[in-house]
């Protein structure tokens, strides 16, 4: 039977409550005990409401208020809309708008979100959580659907303005249901939260580990540094992250050979694994599986896997040097599109089925990412507020049949990945435009000093400084779209058709 994200908590709770469900700030907490918050809280918001909102705004770091918050509003029947609260101001506020926010559940520890017109903010101290007490108050609403919205990210927008992504109970459910076999989850699994809250992994992080009694173990101000010391020091058995921490590790000569013994899962979403990443990774984890996994925030989190086999010497080798991306879970379909809308062995994954979204909370952004394929040639459709469920998502994501595998090639725009996090070079750009006394801009992605892709850019203007307009790009962006470099030109190199020459560009910005 289907489950929204609330009952495939409460189901463990039912058959665990002794056990630890959270792990967090050298606390640990039970599932009886984060029950009993989470009903706490959620009769704080309700309390505090004319009536249930529909869509809540979670603002709090990696504290026991996040976790049992996040629980709370799925209690309420509600959408949880993270907001984080080291990104700025004025990004929780575009987030908000976008969101139409009912209510929003802060931590007193963080200045309030200050968000206009609009959302009843419930501020919770730390402190208030220790004294609560078991209570039979706000019940799980009967009438939350499977179809319902259970949570609201936000993605890099090229217009400036952030990309709402509305993911329903049914979508998580079927990807629940994948995984947690999948990854051997249940008792005794100890699996780390390595994702922020906005960021659409961390739904796996909490909801594999709490739909199959398992233990979330979250890390450090630091331990990400350190990723070897956090799993050994916690007897961690299932790791999740962004390859990125594999490079970082390396880089800090922290991956000793064995060093990892615990893991028994070694999982890698957010942007393209290396099959060098994975051989450092490997060496360390010997008793680990090893997989890649692969997914738009509108597929719900992940869609498709490849396992690494045991023996290194049956390890494919790939022409960019990465690991495959694999082959689509079972209620997943896809297409391989070329140029012109036809099937082909390289081109454009297009993808369907119960772990597709609905479509942006901005109609008008479904314009374009959505087609229609007759069995011979796909088209452009057209939608409202919602997609119907025969459309392909056009992911913007070239893949090419490699082997009876699909190996990932890169964008057909100009979105890339930082750190795991989906970036539009045009809202970086739209940023650095909006700098006093700048004319051009643009933002090119390009190898650091460890290889892993880092933002560098070049704008034009009268009277320019290039710390001044990093810092001001500080104030509306978050850390990972911020430029590490900006370059002062007198011109953008153009190529014959007036447009930006951005492989000319890219030489300008490495040399």
């Known amino acids: 039977m ?110 309030p979100p200050g968000l206009a017109g609009g959302p009843v903010t419930v501020r919770v101290d730390a402190g208030d959580l220790r004294t ?8 799980p609403p009967a009438g939350t659907a499977l179809d319902d919205v259970a949570y609201v990210l936000f993605t890099s927008g090229s217009t400036g303005v952030p990309k709402g992504v509305p993911i329903r109970h049914r979508s998580v459910d079927a990807y629940l249901r994948h995984v947690i076999p999948r990854y051997g989850l249940g008792p005794g699994s100890r699996v780390s939260q390595t994702f922020d809250l906005t960021f659409d992994l961390s739904v796996f992080d909490l909801f594999a580990t709490w739909g199959s ?87 719900t989190l992940s869609c498709t896997e490849y396992r690494l086999p045991a023996d290194r010497s049956r390890w494919p080798e790939t022409a960019n040097g990465t690991v495959p991306i694999g082959l689509p879970y079972s209620g997943v379909e896809h297409l391989v599109l070329d140029g012109d809308g036809r099937p082909a062995e390289e081109g454009e994954l297009c993808l369907r089925g119960v772990q597709r979204f609905p479509g942006y909370t901005d109609p008008e952004v479904n314009a374009g990412r959505f087609a229609a394929f007759d069995g011979e040639v796909a088209a452009g ?81 009268a009277g320019l400084d290039a710390v001044a307009l990093v810092k001001g790009v500080t104030q509306v962006l978050p850390g990972y779209m911020v430029p590490r470099s900006v370059a002062l030109l007198a011109e953008l190199p153009l190529n014959a058709n007036g447009k930006v020459d951005r492989r000319a560009l890219a030489a300008v910005l490495r040399g």
């Open 2 to 111: 289907a489950r929204t994200l609330y009952q495939w908590f409460a189901a463990s709770a039912a058959r665990h409550g002794d056990r630890a469900a959270l792990e967090v700030g050298g606390e640990r907490h039970t599932y009886a005990e984060l029950e009993t918050l989470s009903g706490w809280l959620a009769a704080r918001i309700a309390g505090a409401c004319d009536g249930p909102p529909a869509r809540v705004g979670l603002h709090a770091g990696r504290s026991l208020l996040a976790y049992a918050g996040y629980l709370a509003i799925q209690r309420l029947g509600a959408a949880v809309v993270p907001l984080n609260p080291a990104a700025p101001a004025a990004r929780n506020r575009l987030v908000a708008a976008s969101a139409g926010l009912g209510a929003v559940l802060s931590d007193a520890a963080h200045e």
């Open 132 to 139: 609560v007490r078991p209570m039979p108050a706000c019940r």
């Open 213 to 299: 009694g398992a233990t979330l173990v979250v890390p450090g101000r630091y331990d990400l540094l350190k990723p070897v010391a956090f799993v050994a020091r916690e007897g961690l058995t299932h790791w999740f992250s962004v390859p990125s921490v594999v490079s970082v590790a390396m880089r800090l000569r922290r991956l000793a050979p064995g060093s990892m013994p615990s893991l028994r899962w070694s999982l890698f979403c957010g942007e393209p694994l290396t099959l060098r990443q994975a051989d450092a990774w490997r060496a360390a984890a010997p008793g680990s599986v090893l997989e890649n996994v692969y997914g738009p925030t509108e597929l």
């Open 381 to 461: 459709a057209v939608t409202g507020a919602t997609a119907a469920p025969e459309l392909w998502y056009r992911t913007g994501d070239r893949v090419a049949w490699r082997d009876g595998l699909l190996v990932h090639l890169g964008r057909l725009d100009q979105q890339v990945k930082i750190s795991g996090h989906r970036v539009e070079l045009g809202e970086v750009e739209y940023a650095l435009r909006g700098q006093p006394g700048v004319q051009e801009a643009a933002v090119l992605a390009v190898p650091g000093p460890d290889g892993e892709p880092e933002l560098a850019a070049a704008c034009t203007g």
